[in-house]
């Protein structure tokens, strides 16, 4: 059931780029980013364009350094998780990786929004 609604998701996503960054969590964490004061009186939707708009133009400066990312997840998250089901159980281990990962997610987004923010003025002009 869970596959079948992540598909739904994706699929009704229409535009590829935020569909990239929707996969790694763009769309959802820049929290201090939505919350700028210049975009106060704007609609969700558009401040979900503007924002994105910021990162791709980011994103095309700086790129994302997968293997960097990708150890970040295994020492924060995979290792923790290894532990905890040798020690406990496969559910818990499972809890613990889904948990951590969505928390390194949001974090790493707000460290990244005061680099992003000035590509934000520049989406704002």
Known sequence: MLGFTSFNILANYKKP????????????????????????????????????????????????????????????????????FLVFSFSFAIGWFALSTFILNIKLANDESVDIETYLNQVLE
């Open 17 to 84: 780029l935020n569909w990239a960054l929707y996969l790694q969590g763009g769309l959802v964490f820049y929290f201090k980013l939505y919350d700028d004061k210049r975009l106060k009186n704007l609609k969700h939707s558009k401040k979900i364009e503007i924002v994105n708009n910021a990162v791709k133009l980011y994103r095309k400066d700086k790129p994302l350094n997968i293997s960097s990312r990708l150890l970040t997840l295994f020492i924060w998250c995979g290792i923790p998780s290894l532990i905890l």
